[in-house]
């Protein structure tokens, strides 16, 4: 069989494997193998030396049969429209497997916002939303915080969204925005602290013990930096290394230290915004500083890649260790078609991405259920219920691979597009 070249040909071929397996009727496949609407748009962008930029920006509404469509906006120098694509797809089967009322989309523009001043960043924001505003808001479309973006930059976005539409204060238009600005509780732990919740209940399952566990962690920016506080700290496992990208050397290393396992509050004090690490001071402190893929082999109870997508693939998968038990998909797409069938046949448990990282869009969906009912619940009140929610798909998916012997990430797409064909059928769309 062809190899998928990209992101979005990897998403609709584990969609069409799902959709074989569900018997789905041939044009219902093809509504859902392809996004709803997709939106490109120039964005002129006045920088600070008075120049004029032209960036590109991209909003994808894959499916919104179960309520409005709701994703993340990356701003990341390797974007394209496929890889918006298959994350807009992704997240129809995120909110869907998590069971909240939202479908599926992303955006995206093609930039390095590292290399952007504040007030360029600002002007780019607000020019997305000048773009694309007719097109979201609270009950179309609701976009968030990815990789490259900020809760700031949702508070702009936010603001824009207003002016544009009349002035009303609309925030639950756009999501992670700053705690004080419309933000939840919880926000920020979410994703990671809900890749522990899953993981937490595959060692259940798997009757290993979380505190003799271990940990290699790809990437230390907001995913990771919290899998490896919560897996430390609410799990009392050890994460032996950590990984990040390295924009002066463009290169990517990994940060380790085995024994006690790192020191996460630590790492992260030498940790920019933009999850780089500070190479000499984490040598200074003694840690050993490796090459980009080196977390991938190390001799860990499970992998949690934390980064971008399709970092397990034919050659990398080859490279993990026997030991291995749990691939905990904190990334969305980290694991290509050709690695899941090696990981499949190991018997590696896998917690799939839409399944694993759905804390951030669950937090997302309760921050605007706060905003709409103006009243905000405290942090603890947040991650119980963001547990509850996790743990709830978890044992949805769990069954389903138990019963009809299916590898979880088959089941986990089994149970979201059963949920999202439902909502088609009953709104009459097909
Ligand atoms: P982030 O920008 O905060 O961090 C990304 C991290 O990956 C950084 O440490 C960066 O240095 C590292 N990295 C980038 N390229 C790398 C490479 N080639 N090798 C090694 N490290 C590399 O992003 P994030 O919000 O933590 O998101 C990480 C992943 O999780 C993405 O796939 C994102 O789509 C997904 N995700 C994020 C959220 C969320 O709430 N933030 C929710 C669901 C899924």
Known sequence: MAQPT?????????????????????????????????????????MDDGSLQVFFGYRIQHNDARGPAKGGIRF???????????????????????????GGAKGGVAVDSAGLSRFEKERLCRGFVNQIFRNIGPRLDIPAPDVGTTPQMMGWMMDQYAKLTGGEYTPSAITGKPVGGGGSLGRREATGFGVVYTVREALRH???????????????????QHAAL?????LGGKVH????????????????????????????????????IDKDKALEAGYKVEDANAWLSKDVDILIPSALEAQINAESVQQISE????????????TTPEADEVLKE????????????????????????????????????????LDQKLTT?????????????LYTREAAYVLAIGRVVEAMELRGWI
């Open 393 to 405: 798909a978890f044992q949805g998916v769990l069954e389903i691979t138990e019963g009809d012997g």
């Open 206 to 224: 798997l009757g290993i013990d979380p505190q003799k566990a271990t940990a290699a962690i790809q990437g230390f920016g907001n995913v990771a």
């Open 6 to 46: 990209n992101a979005f040909q990897m998403a609709q071929r584990q969609f069409d494997g799902v959709s074989e397996i569900m018997n789905l009727d041939p044009e219902v496949s093809q509504m859902l193998r392809w996004p709803t609407r997709e939106y490109k748009f120039q964005i002129p962008v006045r």
């Open 323 to 334: 030991k291995v038990r749990v691939l905990a998909e904190g990334a969305n797409g980290p």
């Open 241 to 276: 290394c950590v990984s990040y990208w390295d924009r002066s050397d463009q290169a990517g290393y990994t940060v380790s230290c085995s024994g006690d396992g790192i020191d996460v509050a630590f790492l992260q004090s030498i940790t920019d915004t933009y999850g780089a």
């Open 76 to 102: 990341h120098s390797s974007e394209t429209i496929d890889t918006v694509r298959a994350l807009a797809l992704w997240m129809t089967w995120k909110t869907a497997v998590a069971d909240i009322p939202l």
């Open 346 to 385: 190991r018997g590696v448990f896998v917690i799939p991405d839409f399944l694993c990282n759905a804390g951030g869009v669950i937090v997302s969906y309760f921050e605007g259920v706060q905003n709409d009912m103006n009243y905000y619940w405290s942090k603890e009140e947040v991650l119980e219920r």
């Open 230 to 234: 919560g897996f430390t700290e609410l």
